[in-house]
């Protein structure tokens, strides 16, 4: 595991550092090729430079967040955000079905917005108008 993201999960409540740990684990087991660091002060996997899945701590559970999770038309994680995120969030570990986060890890893969590029494509299309 990325030392950075180990120290994130290390200082959390040792029920919240459970649900941290396991993530972290199903997540790089899943995405090999990922690049991982903390981004925006949460652990944060990237595929060509794209935010693919995170986590973080909320006050109230830990919330897995997923950058294009809105498209994988899964029914248990709800729309977060105003872009195509979405989220599903645990208070303790034996909530993580392992067969679902599996099956999103996956569609992570497939199922991509360009969010690298959508700043820099709002920049282009200001300067057409």
Request: proline content about 2%; overall charge neutral; charged content about 35%.
């Amino acid at each position: 595991m990325n030392p950075e993201i180990q120290t994130y999960n290390d200082k959390q409540t040792e029920a919240d550092k459970t649900i941290c740990d396991l993530l972290a684990t199903t997540i790089d087991s899943e995405l090999t090729e990922a690049e991982n660091k903390i981004w925006h002060a949460i652990p944060v996997w990237f595929l060509d430079g794209n935010p693919i899945v995170g986590y973080g701590k909320l006050k109230d559970s830990v919330r897995l967040l997923f950058w294009s999770g809105q498209t994988f038309e899964e029914e248990k994680l709800k729309k977060e955000g105003k872009f195509k995120a979405a989220d599903i969030r645990y208070t303790s570990a034996d909530q993580i079905n392992q067969t679902d986060l599996s099956r999103w890890l996956k569609k992570s893969k497939e199922i991509q917005w360009d969010y690298k590029n959508i700043v820099k494509r709002k920049g282009q299309l200001e300067r057409l108008k």
